[in-house]
């Protein structure tokens, strides 16, 4: 397993940003990803990087407004939130999978096996 450690959340007004930075511990991770979740929802994807590829993904609610970025060297892996809205407001978590990741299960909570502890973003209206 990777240790991971969050870190960046916070709150802030609507139309505002944020930006999450993910410490990896350990070996290379060839998937990262963020997930969410908000109060009585269940948990939800919102990024991820592939490092075979370095190709990105985004959950539809975010695309356009959040950037996901991996540094290979470091083993970070940082959200950059723009414009933020009230309904980002949530729990957000790193995860990472050290074995093969497709992009068919990139999306999936269940691909990875490392997991932090979480981060409040909160975004008031």
């Known amino acids: 397993q990777v240790h991971l450690v969050e870190s960046g959340g916070g709150l802030v007004q609507a139309g505002g940003s944020l930006r999450l930075s993910c410490a990896a511990s350990?070996?290379?991770?060839?998937?990262m990803a963020w997930f969410r979740q908000a109060p009585e929802k269940e948990r939800e994807f919102v990024a991820a990087s592939r490092w075979a590829d370095k190709t990105t993904y985004y959950a539809d609610a975010v695309r356009g407004r959040f950037t996901i970025s991996r540094d290979n060297v470091k083993n970070t892996a940082d959200l950059q939130m723009d414009n933020l809205k009230p309904e980002d407001t949530a729990v957000y978590y790193c995860?990472?999978?050290?074995?093969?990741?497709?992009?068919?299960?990139?999306?999936?909570?269940?691909?990875?096996?490392?997991w932090g502890q979480g981060t409040q973003v909160t975004v008031s209206s």
């Open positions: 350990g070996l290379r991770s060839n998937g």
């Open positions: 995860a990472a999978r050290r074995g093969p990741v497709s992009a068919q299960t990139i999306r999936d909570a269940r691909t990875y096996d490392s």
